[in-house]
């Protein structure tokens, strides 16, 4: 199959191999789950239990707040024990309203529904299997994956996604290799949902294990192994973004500030297409995710499958991490993953990676230096933006001139920040710029909405005042041309009989 590359990118040591000499283990069962209600893209999930209510495995506890949401789902049977506020994992280090469930250890599940063959099922019913099942992009993005699986258009490629091109994350690697079947059935299940004519599982080419049992898996599939094609993909970060990857194996570019499904593509992590599998075909919602824990500090590197809202601490204490000697610890890769201020937090559905940070293993703030101009930015950059450009006008805050640069295309990759001699952190530049623009474009809409409000109120309340009058004016006597002249007409009457010593009843 022929392939075409993206402008930019970088070569990084993989540090792959740590983790990927143990087979894939199920984390102990916690003592408590903390369960995030925002844990996607979009409107966090509203509670449907209270403090107290006995729960089961798989039994939803939060609904969607909106049409872009997902539920949650219990990840093991116990009783809510609170429903407040909580450390997260996020940038911010603040904590978020969540769920907290204190297991009882029998892990019951709740009823499923039997096992159901797909090809029975019309797509509408299928997406909403997935909306229930509270599936989102499990390759970082937390996208709600139903969304997805309802493009509007006709789709022509679809693409699973196994690049994992960020250094020391191994979780999808270990999951091509020990469950290449239920990939391949989620892909199917997708398949069909879309009604994709080709489809396309996409592999770095440091992965040749996965790409194997791939293969084999395949063949037994018979003719619905049809038009399904496994591709290797040069080794290069970030190879595994969405646009990256579409422009690699399908050679069309998805246009500025737009959506695959523009170029007739609709691409999901191949995690997801697991668990696509495990929601329509056994009736079990996302309750857990595998995760790769890893890094300097740990001595047993190895990926863990691991329920969602389980605390970071147990996890890091059970792949022997040495706390003493621990500078921090990165929810996702050392490229696009974020720092944890709590080890106290609890796994989200988009957290695959734990990586340790032991102490003087890396300079954390390196001396930022003015900027020379270069231009390795701008030749690292996959999107093919101008960095510099952008980290001029948004330290400037201009953030008007800023927007003629594209910034809502970033990706947030970190290839320009990796490359820069200055050391100056422009991703970080980016992120505030867009919160910026944000937070204005938002206090716009607001302000929007007050004016809109504050001039239908004065229409209203003009409306009535004149409605009050014409009914006022319907009320009062004399108020049509007759009546003023009867009106005047008694008046006289009634001046001319007192003239004359008549009584004015009289008259």
């Not at 990840?75 to 911010?92: D, K, L, Y």
């Not at 696509?276 to 919602?285: D, F, L, S, T, Y």
């Not at 100056?424 to 204005?440: D, G, N």
Request: aromatic share 4%.
């Amino acid at each position: 199959m022929k392939l075409w590359s993206f402008h930019g990118g970088v070569d990084l040591p993989g540090h792959k191999q740590e983790s990927t000499t143990r087979p894939v283990e199920a984390a102990p069962l916690p003592k408590r789950l903390v369960v995030p209600l925002s844990q996607h893209l979009g409107a966090p999930a509203e509670p449907v239990v209270a403090v107290g209510d006995k729960v089961l495995k798989g039994q939803m506890i939060a609904e969607p707040g909106g049409f872009v949401s997902a539920p949650l789902h219990a990840g093991s049977s116990g009783t809510i024990v609170a429903i407040e506020e909580h450390p997260v994992p996020h940038p911010s280090g603040l904590s978020a309203p969540c769920i907290i469930i204190e297991t009882d250890g029998r892990d019951t599940w709740a009823d499923r529904e039997r096992k159901t063959d797909y090809r029975q099922l019309e797509p509408a019913v299928i997406r909403e299997k997935i909306r229930q099942a509270g599936i989102v992009g499990l390759g970082g993005a937390g996208f709600p994956a139903f969304i997805k699986l309802n493009p509007g258009k006709t789709i022509k490629t679809l693409i699973l996604n196994g690049a994992e091109c960020e250094p020391y994350i191994t979780c999808d690697d270990m999951l091509m290799r020990e469950r290449a079947e239920e990939i391949l059935h989620g892909l199917l299940i997708i398949r069909h949902a879309v009604q994709a004519q080709h489809c396309i599982i996409a592999i770095e080419d440091n992965k040749p294990e996965a790409e194997r049992t791939l293969q084999k898996a395949l063949q037994t599939i018979g003719s619905d192994a049809d038009n399904i094609e496994i591709v290797m993909i040069p080794a290069r970060y970030p190879a595994g973004g969405e646009k990256q990857l579409i422009q690699t194996v399908t050679g069309q570019e998805v246009p500025s500030g737009g959506l695959p499904v523009q170029v007739g593509v609709v691409c999901h992590n191949v995690a997801t297409a697991a668990a696509v599998c495990r929601a329509v075909e056994h009736g079990e919602p996302l309750l857990s995710r595998i995760v790769t824990i890893t890094g300097g500090a740990v001595a047993e590197p190895r990926n863990l499958e691991v329920l969602i809202g389980t605390p970071v601490m147990e996890l890091l204490a059970r792949c022997g991490t040495d706390f003493s000697s621990l500078q921090e610890v990165i929810m996702g890769g050392p490229m696009m993953g974020i720092a944890l201020a709590n080890h106290e937090v609890p796994l989200v559905k988009t957290g695959n990676c734990l990586l340790t940070v032991k102490r003087g293993e890396m300079e954390q703030h390196p001396a930022v230096l003015p900027c020379i101009r270069c231009g390795n930015c701008a030749d690292a950059c996959p999107v093919s933006l101008l960095p510099q450009q952008m980290y001029w006008h948004s330290r400037a805050s201009d953030f008007d001139k800023i927007q003629e640069y594209d910034l809502f295309d970033c990706i947030e990759c970190g290839c320009c920040a990796y490359v820069c001699p200055s050391n100056i952190p422009l991703v970080h530049y980016y992120r505030f710029a867009k919160s910026e623009i944000r937070s204005q474009q938002e206090q716009k809409r607001k302000a929007d909405i007050a004016r809109e409000r504050h001039e239908h109120r004065e229409q209203r309340l003009a409306r009535e005042k004149a409605e009050r009058a014409a009914r006022h004016a319907r009320k009062k006597p004399g108020t049509t041309d007759e009546n003023k002249k009867a009106a005047i007409q008694a008046a006289v009457e009634r001046a001319r009989a007192s003239k004359q010593g008549a009584k004015p009843e009289d008259v």
